[in-house]
């Protein structure tokens, strides 16, 4: 279930980073100020177009605003990648890197 409360606040945070007022942040991006105000509190569902739009804007990726991703929670996914790795084979951990590597190529062509 997505939290919009939470996505709400991180593009109030983002916004508020660049040094937007709401006003201009919604005039950009097509919307009402209402609008933007009721995103920002999560008090609306906001569409995928208006999602994409405020992305580009803000100029953050999508899965930035839908997701926290805090060097906390980065350095944990890290963790739990080496403790994986710690108990694979040496032959294992080569066919890994070689998908990390595949994966990282394409994730660089599509964001």
Do not use: W
């Amino acid at each position: 279930m997505m939290d919009y409360y939470a996505i709400g606040q991180r593009i109030r945070k983002i916004r508020k980073a660049h040094k937007l007022s709401q006003e201009t942040l919604s005039e950009r991006i097509g919307i009402s100020v209402t609008h933007m105000s009721h995103i920002e509190t999560g008090n609306t569902k906001l569409s995928l177009p208006v999602l994409v739009d405020l992305a580009a804007v803000l100029e953050v990726r999508v899965d930035d605003l839908l997701y926290d991703n805090s060097p906390m929670k980065r350095n944990a996914a890290i963790e739990a990648i080496i403790e994986m790795l710690d108990t694979c084979t040496t032959p294992q951990i080569k066919v890994i890197e070689d998908l990390v590597k595949a994966a990282k190529i394409s994730l660089n062509q599509h964001f």
